[in-house]
């Protein structure tokens, strides 16, 4: 057997297994890219929810800062 013919059956047997190790490769870049696409979305989810609820803080401190400052001028007058 030549070098030749000997290397075309190596390379005949591999075939099958790089493809495969590719097929395996691309399924689990879309699962991970899947798992990816929804923890951005849940990301997203979770800073909007975090920016209301700052907004809500917010407001509810200047309406506490607003009382105060009411309740202090009435005890000065």
Not at 2 to 30: G, H, M, Y
């Amino acid at each position: 057997m030549s070098a030749d013919s000997q290397q075309v059956i190596w390379l005949k047997d591999k075939l099958p297994i790089e493809q495969r190790l590719r097929k395996d490769a691309e399924q689990t870049n879309e699962i991970l890219r899947d798992k990816l696409e929804k923890v951005q979305e849940e990301n997203r989810i979770l800073k909007r929810r975090i920016k209301m609820q700052l907004e809500e803080n917010k407001e509810e401190m200047d309406l506490q800062e607003e009382f105060y400052k009411d309740i202090m001028s009435r005890t000065r007058d």
